[in-house]
């Protein structure tokens, strides 16, 4: 009788998952999130019995019994899962989970200029299938401006599950409307007070390097050292008014958008993404102009990808000129994206405040000079006491061990050294023991050498118990922070064995690969490893968290 009573309660837990839609989704700032909301919340309007699920906190033992599943999930990194998904993800591709049963459909969010487009969803897509579950609609892969693809995706789920869900409450559609509650867009975002803007970098540098404070006061925004702030920047008007001259368009022309008309000329600066194109675009932008040099440009995947990874809108249009009308124009157009900044302040010491370094993008190509948007907002287009539309990425890749006695390396060239600022001030309020050591790396000591002050004020103190810099071009035979490490393997093998975090933040194209290296050499050097044994070692710091890089 009791083991009766037991097999009734197991198939009754049971019939919830045949009966149940699970909503799953992996989101770093909250895009994937917001559809999955929509999701569940559309479900329960439609009566549907249904579970909305993070992948950060899901159990993944119970991916095996679910049969009816939703899965939103965003690409970060290069073609890597947001980090509040990286558990879940690893563990679907590991034996962990052995088979599935689910009636499934993914949704991958992502940016088409990325190479790994959609990576995460593609992943996910593809595992669940191998794994014996039954994708009710082929993947659907959504670009930055993803609202419109993510809602279509929904409805179109709805349909694929109407027939496998049984309907079990009422259905109840009353204060139900169909829209994305959040995600990352410029209306949400905080309006924050411009308190102080200085160059870094001397009048006589090649670069520029700004120190931007922005006011927190009432914002409700709470960050710690490690996270980013996403700044909503606009495009220059002169850009714009180039561009519309290229086109042979009227600045006044009206753009109609949810019944309210806009001047085309404000949508540009504000609405679209102009200095940043993508093979997506330049495709979109050939169906329409019809142009023969560009037909041939799409026949050549690297030659797109390079044209794509160099050019901007304007160029597209003064290379490839062609008949376009307003609206087509602005349907090739990707939707103008946050840009993110390393939060280079603690809270524990700027209190309502929250500090940034940026790099003033000025590119010089052939006899234009190219700007980057948000980095040419911040520097030309904004005053003390202008106001500045930013999110907050709470969870960044960088976080000090809890731990104050554990020791820190700090790796970093550049812009890199922001969120280092920021650890340090926070390091130096919580009076922490641990070893600090920062290497850095810039171009010279005289023009280039950010905070320095600061940094010099840390040393004599003891909140830095170690400041390496370099400066490539204070001589002759150019150095770098690679050349740093390797000079000093011992030191930092001494450091790794006494448990020390190794972080890392610059470019990703280069600070980010000649330190991979160079780790790998001294490894091999002082470890006694081989070229195989060095890199296990390296992936099991990495996987433990004891080396941890934010590159861009
Ligand atoms: C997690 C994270 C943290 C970041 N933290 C910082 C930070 O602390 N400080 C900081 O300055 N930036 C940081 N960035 C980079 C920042 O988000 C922007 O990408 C950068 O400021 C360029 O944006 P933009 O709008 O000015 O230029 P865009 O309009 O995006 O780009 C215009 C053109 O410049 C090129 N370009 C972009 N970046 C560079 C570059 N560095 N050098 C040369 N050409 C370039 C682009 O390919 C494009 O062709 C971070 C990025 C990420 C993902
Ligand atoms: C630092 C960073 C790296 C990214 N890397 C990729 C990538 O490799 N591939 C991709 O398709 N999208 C990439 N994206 C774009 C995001 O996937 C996209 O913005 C998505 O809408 C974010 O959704 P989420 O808010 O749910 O995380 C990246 C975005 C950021 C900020």
């Given at each position: 009788m009791a083991l009766l009573i037991l097999d009734k309660l197991k198939r009754k837990e049971m019939d919830k998952y045949k009966d149940t839609l699970y909503v799953l989704y992996g989101s770093r700032t909250g895009n994937a999130k917001a559809v999955a909301v929509l999701a569940h919340e559309y479900a329960k309007s439609l009566g549907y019995a249904t579970v909305l699920g993070d992948m950060q906190d899901f159990d993944y033992g119970e991916l095996q019994y679910i049969e009816n599943l939703l899965i939103t999930v965003s690409t970060h990194g290069e073609g890597e899962p947001p980090v509040q998904a990286e558990r879940f993800y690893e563990q679907v591709h590991s034996t962990a989970v052995s088979s599935v049963k689910a009636k499934y459909a993914v949704l991958g969010l992502g940016d088409s200029s990325y190479r790994y487009f959609c990576q995460t969803g593609e992943d996910l897509d593809k595992r669940l299938a191998t794994l014996g579950g039954q994708s009710v609609m082929g993947l659907v892969k959504c670009d930055i401006d993803f609202e419109e693809t993510a809602k279509e995706w929904v409805r179109d789920a709805f349909v694929a599950f109407k027939g496998i869900l049984p309907v079990v409450n009422k259905v109840d559609s009353a204060g139900f409307t169909f829209e994305l509650k959040s995600g990352n867009n410029p209306n949400s975002a905080y309006r924050a007070e411009l308190l102080e803007k200085k160059m870094?970098?001397?009048?006589?540098?090649?670069?520029?390097?700004?120190?931007?404070?922005?006011?927190?006061?009432?914002?409700?925004?709470?960050?710690?050292?490690?996270?980013?702030?996403?700044?909503?920047?606009?495009?220059?008007?002169?850009?714009?008014?180039?561009?519309?001259?290229?086109?042979?368009?009227?600045?006044?022309?009206?753009?109609?958008?949810?019944?309210?008309?806009?001047?085309?000329?404000?949508?540009?600066?504000?609405?679209?993404?102009?200095?940043?194109?993508?093979?997506?675009?330049?495709?979109?932008?050939?169906?329409?102009?019809?142009?023969?040099?560009?037909?041939?440009?799409?026949?050549?995947?690297?030659?797109?990808?390079?044209?794509?990874?160099?050019?901007?809108?304007?160029?597209?249009?003064?290379?490839?000129?062609?008949?376009?009308?307003?609206?087509?124009?602005?349907?090739?157009?990707?939707?103008?994206?946050?840009?993110?900044?390393?939060?280079?302040?603690?809270?524990?010491?700027?209190?309502?405040?929250?500090?940034?370094?940026?790099?003033?993008?000025?590119?010089?190509?052939?006899?234009?000079?190219?700007?980057?948007?948000?980095?040419?907002?911040?520097?030309?287009?904004?005053?003390?006491?202008?106001?500045?539309?930013?999110?907050?990425?709470?969870?960044?890749?960088?976080?000090?061990?809890?731990?104050?006695?554990?020791?820190?390396?700090?790796?970093?060239?550049g812009t890199g050294i922001a969120p280092f600022r920021a650890f340090l001030q926070e390091r130096s309020a919580r009076q922490a023991k641990g070893n600090a050591w920062l290497i850095f790396g810039e171009r010279n000591s005289k023009s280039d050498f950010l905070y320095q002050e600061e940094l010099l004020a840390y040393k004599s103190s003891g909140v830095l118990s170690e400041l390496s810099t370099v400066f490539s071009r204070d001589q002759d035979q150019k150095?770098?922070?690679?050349?740093?490490?390797?000079?000093?393997?011992?030191?930092?093998?001494?450091?790794?064995?006494?448990?020390?975090?190794?972080?890392?933040?610059?470019?990703?194209?280069?600070?980010?690969?000649?330190?991979?290296?160079?780790l790998l050499r001294i490894f091999a050097k002082y470890l006694k490893k081989d070229a195989e044994q060095a890199l296990a070692y390296f992936e099991a710091l990495k996987a433990n968290k004891q080396y941890q890089e934010e590159v861009y």
């Open positions: 870094l970098t001397t009048a006589d540098s090649s670069k520029k390097v700004l120190h931007v404070s922005l006011s927190l006061k009432n914002s409700g925004i709470e960050y710690i050292p490690g996270d980013a702030i996403g700044v909503y920047g606009t495009n220059s008007r002169a850009f714009v008014d180039e561009l519309l001259q290229a086109l042979k368009f009227d600045k006044a022309y009206p753009v109609k958008v949810n019944e309210e008309t806009h001047l085309l000329k404000n949508r540009l600066i504000h609405e679209y993404e102009l200095t940043l194109i993508t093979p997506l675009v330049i495709r979109k932008y050939a169906a329409l102009v019809q142009h023969k040099a560009l037909d041939r440009l799409l026949d050549n995947e690297a030659q797109l990808e390079a044209y794509a990874a160099e050019g901007d809108v304007l160029d597209l249009v003064l290379d490839f000129p062609g008949q376009i009308s307003v609206e087509d124009f602005l349907s090739v157009l990707r939707k103008l994206n946050q840009r993110l900044y390393s939060v280079a302040s603690s809270r524990a010491a700027v209190g309502d405040r929250a500090d940034i370094t940026v790099k003033v993008i000025e590119n010089n190509h052939g006899e234009r000079s190219r700007n980057g948007v948000c980095s040419s907002f911040l520097w030309n287009r904004l005053d003390v006491g202008d106001k500045v539309p930013i999110t907050l990425e709470t969870i960044a890749k960088l976080r000090l061990p809890e731990d104050d006695n554990v020791p820190v390396v700090m790796i970093s060239a150095r770098y922070v690679s050349h740093v490490i390797e000079e000093n393997g011992a030191a930092l093998i001494e450091q790794l064995e006494k448990g020390a975090v190794i972080y890392v933040c610059g470019s990703k194209d280069t600070l980010a690969v000649t330190v991979r290296q160079s």
